[in-house]
């Protein structure tokens, strides 16, 4: 398997991360344990979670994912063979989002103790913050590269307009730039990502790792009606998809899987490798089935009658 390189990085990264909102949400820790066993020994290398996953489960306070993540690399002693990303700027409690200096300064340090480590690999800007100048976010970022606690930085649900602003604030003043730019994208959510963001990527060589790259599950084609809705924790966030357009979408991955011999996620996975731009997508997995399937994308390669298939079924 081919490792890609993240942005201008010197991080060399498998074509699929393993999203870790799921740790301590749907999965405890010692499914959470084998599942990053199982990935990590298939040849993947980078992990993705944030600060405040998993937050919004009841009797959770944030850091979950992070803590379930630093205990199995102290066990494991794997650190030096991982890819850590993380992310800060989402509501840990405060009520709000934040994105200013003092706080960054203040997360990071939570972060790098949940997670056991001396370094944070891929540190990401989880929500743009229209109130804090983008100047004041990266000379945060630039003391925490100087102090050699995160390595890297990245972006995630940027406006184009946010993102350039902020590289152009990076090559200004010399603060290190985003290399990794993380949106909603998968072939049912498209429009967003590709009109203005993807070339602005492209463009700038900013490596995407796209999140609900199964648009929460549904292109797994667990979810065909709203019957279907009750069979997950996330299942009501896919009602949304249940329309004329994401029928037809569900079927292009069925009759792609069905000439490949493999799954419907394997097939939504492989399509986004092929988009302008994407250097992995993020997927989650709960169950060593899920996983399968998904790292089977990482070596599926489509021939382009599959592409346009899936891309044309996907049109909006």
């Keep these: 398997m081919q490792k890609r390189q993240l942005g201008k990085s010197d991080l060399q990264i498998a074509p699929l991360v393993f999203g870790g909102n799921v740790f301590g949400w749907t999965i405890d ?8 066993d199982a990935f990590l020994e298939a040849g993947f290398n980078l992990v993705d979670t944030a600060d405040v996953y998993s937050r919004w489960v009841p009797g959770n306070k944030g850091g979950e994912s992070e803590t379930i993540i630093g205990r199995w690399m ?11 990303a993380t992310k800060v700027g989402g509501n840990m409690g405060s009520g709000k989002r934040d994105t200013s200096k003092k706080y960054i300064l203040k997360a ?9 480590t001396g370094h944070i690999d891929l540190y990401q800007t989880h929500w743009d913050t229209a109130d804090t100048p983008v100047e004041e976010t990266l000379e945060a970022y630039a003391q925490l590269v100087k102090e050699g606690k995160i390595r890297w930085i990245g972006a995630s649900n940027f406006s184009a307009e946010r993102l350039k602003a902020s590289l152009e604030a ?15 994208y998968n072939l049912y959510d ?5 009109k203005e963001l993807q070339p602005l990527c492209v463009e700038h060589q900013v490596g995407v790792i796209s999140y609900f790259s199964l648009a929460s599950g549904f292109l797994t084609g667990k979810y065909r009606s709203e019957k279907d809705l009750s069979k997950s924790a996330r299942g009501e966030g896919n009602k949304k998809y249940l329309t004329e357009r994401g029928f037809r979408i569900l079927a292009a991955p069925d009759e792609v899987a069905a000439q490949y011999h493999t799954t419907p996620s394997s097939i939504a996975i492989a399509w986004l490798l092929t988009r302008p731009g994407i250097t992995a997508p993020i997927a989650s997995a709960t169950a060593p089935g899920q996983l399968d399937s998904l790292l089977k994308a990482g070596t599926l390669s489509l021939g382009d009658k599959a592409i346009s298939l899936l891309t044309e079924a996907s049109a909006y």
């Design 29 to 36: 820790e010692k499914t959470s344990f084998e599942l990053l």
């Design 74 to 84: 102290k066990q494991r002693g794997n650190r030096d063979k991982l890819v850590i």
């Design 108 to 116: 990071v340090e939570d972060s790098l103790k949940r997670l056991q």
């Design 170 to 184: 990076s090559e200004k003043h010399g603060y290190p730039r985003y290399e990794s730019f993380q949106p909603l």
């Design 190 to 194: 498209r429009e967003a990502f590709e």
